[in-house]
């Protein structure tokens, strides 16, 4: 991990409630300091309701926290409009989901093309960029082929090619490896350290289990809506 | 750019889901598609009636004397009604004569070509002693083959001199001659036959032989067929006993003569001085052309009335599209929000659905149009004029079934737009 100090995630007392003034009001996050930097690879570990979920979608620009501040890459995302807040996702932020999501009936090639085209890129420069990162994760044979022809790891493979699709700075992985065999779930993890080390990705991922969570360089334990340990780990360093 | 990967994407989930995009469509198919076949038969039936009317002469100007409208209905005494003003029927005063009629011809007679009468006597048969034959009689003058074409077999037609003679002559169609002679030829020429009109027995000698025509309004194919008979003016005024006179003839206009109507209306004028003093009757013509044209507009009136009723199956079709579309949101929720995270905005999105249900309403109003053209010319066939759909009503449909899918598309694919990504991503 490259050592820079500079701050790419800035949260400050996040705070998020679901059903907001309605009588079974519920208050998820209260009140999450975090502070990422650039390059790092971090891992929020929680119970199931611990409120990861919630603050991964917040860090993703998916949901806006009901108070508190959230500064992205000097953004200030509480502030930014909804068109504003989609260019954010498609640019700066590579989501990894748990289930995949590629788009069904389209090839991997379309699925890695996806962000690109949203961007406005021309087609040329898509599918020439598509392929690199097909290739950068091993699935060049398998441009071709549509996500019900690929196995689970397979799948994730391609869709950590799309994350990637216009280099954004920061990747966020929910649970990448919660569906995948072990091996499978494996090579997925060594794919991240080779985007953490080699392409100088910050990487948040969200999972449940101790043994993931130890090869990150951080480790951040939420539980209930809060914070409540950060540790270092030697493992990745 | 976007555009193009949109219908893309809108032909994949179209094709698959094959079944169930076909039934969608079928309400765009049956509405276009009914619609298409409805203009093919309405401009088929044009054909017809213009055709049938060009075979009736568009040159010929037909006057008649009309009861005058009663404008006074109640007098000043508040006794008298208008209608008792005449008697109300047609005396020989009311009649248009001779005279009139050389004058007429004389005023204009670079335009005229011929006048045409006819006085229609009725249903009559006819009788040489061995066999008989239904004939229509009527009696014509000179002018009158100028109006009606016939095609003449044997012998001669009705001349002015059979008319001035007050000859007792008759033509009768090929169709009478076969029943009353069983053959057609010279030999039949000034025979004898019997009329029986009114209990009364008249003869006739067979002047001429024409050939006759079956037309798309009658077309009777049985050997004992009425057919028309003619004899002269004279004759047939005789046998009525009618007055000396005629209620209605035929202008039929020199060639070259531009304005029909105008001329039909220069007609009127110079015979309204005879009438100035009628109380019950005026001069009152008409044009072929006239009464084509009110015949265009009623097709044209129905032919719009029924393509209202089939525009709201359209209408139907055009739900299902957006049920369709509704369902289909649903199912791709997922997507959708996947979509969002990977950097798609709002009208991105929006477009996506409104392209996917615009290509529904596209192909269905396609596969319409080839089905309005295959009812409409099976239609058109049993009318017997064939004619393509017309090129308005293909634009119409397609432009009309893209519409639908805006229309309809626009509510599931705005609602698609505005999902909350997070939600979206969560769906199951």
């Given at each position: 991990?490259?050592?820079?100090?500079?701050?790419?995630?800035?949260?400050?007392?996040?705070?998020?409630?679901?059903?907001?003034?309605?009588?079974?009001?519920?208050?998820?996050?209260?009140?999450?300091?975090?502070?990422?930097?650039?390059?790092?690879?971090?891992?929020?570990?929680?119970?199931?309701?611990?409120?990861?979920?919630t603050?991964?979608?917040?860090?993703?620009?998916l949901?806006?926290?009901?108070s508190?501040?959230?500064?992205?890459?000097?953004?200030?995302?509480?502030?930014?409009?909804?068109?504003?807040?989609?260019?954010?996702?498609?640019r700066?932020?590579?989501?990894?989901?748990?289930?995949?999501?590629?788009?069904?009936?389209?090839?991997?090639?379309?699925?890695?093309?996806?962000?690109?085209?949203?961007?406005?890129?021309?087609?040329?420069?898509?599918?020439?960029?598509?392929?690199?990162?097909?290739?950068?994760?091993?699935?060049?044979?398998?441009?071709?082929?549509?996500?019900?022809?690929?196995?689970?790891?397979?799948?994730?493979?391609?869709?950590?090619?799309?994350?990637?699709?216009?280099?954004?700075?920061?990747?966020?992985?929910?649970?990448?490896?919660?569906?995948?065999?072990?091996?499978?779930?494996?090579?997925?993890?060594?794919?991240?350290?080779?985007l953490?080390?080699?392409?100088?990705?910050?990487?948040?991922?969200?999972?449940?289990?101790?043994?993931?969570?130890?090869?990150?360089?951080?480790?951040?334990?939420?539980?209930?809506?809060?914070?409540?340990?950060?540790?270092?780990?030697?493992?990745?360093? | 750019?976007?555009?193009?990967?949109?219908?893309?994407?809108?032909f994949?989930?179209?094709?698959?889901?094959?079944?169930?995009?076909?039934?969608?469509?079928?309400?765009?198919?049956?509405?276009?598609?009914?619609?298409?076949?409805?203009?093919?038969?309405?401009?088929?039936?044009?054909?017809?009636?213009?055709?049938?009317?060009?075979?009736?002469?568009?040159?010929?100007?037909t006057v008649?004397?009309?009861?005058?409208?009663?404008?006074?209905?109640?007098?000043?005494?508040?006794?008298?009604?208008?209608?008792?003003?005449?008697?109300?029927?047609?005396?020989?005063?009311?009649?248009?004569?001779?005279?009139?009629?050389?004058?007429?011809?004389?005023?204009?007679?670079?335009?005229?070509?011929?006048?045409?009468?006819?006085?229609?006597?009725?249903?009559?048969?006819?009788?040489?002693?061995?066999?008989?034959?239904?004939?229509?009689?009527?009696?014509?003058?000179?002018?009158?083959?100028?109006?009606?074409?016939?095609?003449?077999?044997?012998?001669?037609?009705?001349?002015?001199?059979?008319?001035?003679?007050?000859?007792?002559?008759?033509?009768?169609?090929?169709?009478?001659?076969?029943?009353?002679?069983?053959?057609?030829?010279?030999?039949?020429?000034c025979?004898?036959?019997?009329?029986?009109?009114?209990?009364?027995?008249?003869?006739?000698?067979?002047?001429?032989?024409?050939?006759?025509?079956?037309?798309?309004?009658?077309?009777?194919?049985?050997?004992?067929?009425?057919?028309?008979a003619?004899?002269?003016?004279?004759?047939?005024?005789?046998?009525?006993?009618?007055?000396?006179?005629?209620?209605?003839?035929?202008v039929?206009?020199?060639?070259?003569?531009?304005?029909?109507?105008?001329f039909?209306e220069?007609?009127?004028?110079?015979?309204?001085?005879?009438?100035?003093?009628?109380?019950?009757?005026?001069?009152?013509?008409?044009t072929?052309?006239?009464?084509?044209?009110?015949?265009?507009e009623?097709?044209?009136?129905?032919?719009?009335?029924?393509?209202?009723?089939?525009?709201?199956?359209?209408?139907v079709?055009?739900?299902?599209?957006?049920?369709?579309?509704?369902?289909?949101?649903?199912?791709?929720?997922?997507?959708?929000?996947?979509?969002?995270?990977?950097?798609?905005?709002?009208?991105?999105?929006?477009?996506?659905?409104?392209?996917?249900?615009?290509?529904?309403?596209?192909?269905?109003?396609?596969?319409?149009?080839?089905t309005?053209?295959?009812?409409?010319?099976?239609?058109?066939?049993?009318?017997?004029?064939q004619?393509?759909?017309?090129?308005?009503?293909?634009?119409?449909?397609?432009?009309?079934?893209?519409?639908?899918?805006?229309?309809?598309?626009?509510?599931?694919?705005?609602?698609?737009?505005?999902?909350?990504?997070?939600?979206?991503?969560?769906?199951?």
């Amino acid at each position: 991990m490259q050592k820079e100090n500079k701050i790419i995630i800035e949260l400050n007392k996040i705070v998020k409630k679901y059903y907001v003034g309605k009588p079974n009001e519920l208050e998820i996050l209260h009140g999450i300091d975090l502070q990422v930097y650039k390059g790092e690879f971090i891992s929020i570990v929680g119970e199931s309701g611990s409120g990861k979920s919630t603050l991964m979608n917040i860090i993703g620009a998916l949901d806006k926290p009901d108070s508190g501040s959230y500064n992205l890459e000097g953004i200030d995302i509480c502030q930014a409009k909804e068109k504003h807040l989609s260019e954010i996702r498609g640019r700066r932020i590579g989501f990894i989901f748990q289930t995949y999501n590629l788009v069904a009936r389209t090839t991997a090639r379309a699925n890695v093309e996806l962000p690109m085209l949203y961007r406005g890129l021309p087609k040329k420069e898509r599918q020439s960029r598509a392929e690199e990162l097909l290739e950068l994760v091993g699935m060049k044979d398998r441009i071709w082929h549509k996500p019900e022809e690929l196995s689970g790891g397979q799948k994730q493979r391609v869709a950590i090619a799309r994350a990637m699709a216009n280099n954004p700075g920061i990747l966020l992985a929910d649970e990448p490896t919660g569906a995948l065999d072990s091996q499978s779930g494996r090579k997925i993890m060594d794919i991240f350290h080779r985007l953490n080390k080699e392409h100088g990705k910050t990487i948040i991922l969200i999972t449940h289990s101790p043994e993931l969570a130890s090869e990150t360089g951080r480790i951040v334990t939420l539980c209930d809506g809060r914070i409540i340990n950060v540790r270092r780990s030697g493992a990745a360093c | 750019m976007l555009i193009i990967e949109n219908i893309k994407i809108a032909f994949g989930a179209l094709f698959s889901n094959k079944m169930r995009s076909l039934l969608t469509m079928l309400g765009i198919i049956i509405g276009i598609g009914s619609v298409i076949a409805i203009m093919t038969v309405s401009e088929s039936l044009g054909g017809v009636v213009s055709d049938s009317f060009q075979d009736m002469g568009a040159n010929n100007i037909t006057v008649g004397i009309k009861k005058r409208e009663q404008e006074e209905s109640v007098r000043a005494d508040g006794m008298k009604f208008g209608a008792a003003a005449g008697s109300g029927s047609i005396e020989e005063k009311d009649l248009v004569t001779d005279e009139m009629l050389t004058g007429l011809k004389q005023t204009f007679q670079d335009k005229i070509d011929a006048v045409a009468i006819s006085e229609n006597i009725g249903s009559c048969t006819a009788n040489n002693g061995t066999a008989s034959a239904n004939i229509l009689l009527s009696g014509i003058n000179d002018g009158y083959f100028a109006s009606s074409k016939i095609t003449l077999l044997a012998g001669r037609r009705i001349k002015a001199s059979d008319i001035e003679g007050n000859k007792r002559v008759i033509m009768i169609s090929d169709k009478a001659a076969k029943n009353l002679f069983n053959s057609i030829n010279e030999n039949i020429l000034c025979q004898k036959i019997a009329i029986n009109y009114n209990g009364k027995y008249e003869d006739f000698y067979i002047t001429g032989i024409y050939k006759y025509e079956e037309n798309t309004f009658s077309s009777d194919s049985s050997s004992n067929i009425t057919t028309a008979a003619y004899i002269p003016l004279s004759a047939a005024k005789e046998l009525l006993h009618s007055y000396e006179g005629y209620s209605q003839f035929t202008v039929v206009t020199a060639q070259g003569t531009e304005d029909i109507s105008l001329f039909a209306e220069e007609i009127e004028q110079y015979l309204k001085p005879y009438y100035i003093n009628n109380e019950d009757y005026e001069i009152s013509s008409s044009t072929m052309e006239s009464m084509a044209e009110s015949m265009y507009e009623m097709i044209d009136t129905i032919s719009i009335a029924i393509s209202f009723i089939a525009g709201i199956s359209l209408l139907v079709g055009g739900i299902g599209v957006m049920n369709i579309m509704m369902v289909s949101i649903t199912e791709r929720t997922k997507e959708i929000g996947t979509r969002k995270a990977l950097g798609a905005r709002n009208s991105s999105i929006r477009l996506q659905f409104i392209t996917e249900s615009v290509i529904l309403c596209l192909i269905g109003g396609i596969l319409g149009i080839i089905t309005g053209f295959i009812l409409g010319a099976i239609a058109a066939g049993i009318l017997g004029y064939q004619v393509a759909a017309p090129l308005p009503a293909i634009i119409f449909s397609v432009g009309f079934s893209m519409a639908t899918g805006v229309f309809f598309g626009y509510y599931p694919a705005n609602k698609a737009a505005k999902m909350n990504p997070v939600e979206a991503l969560r769906y199951e």
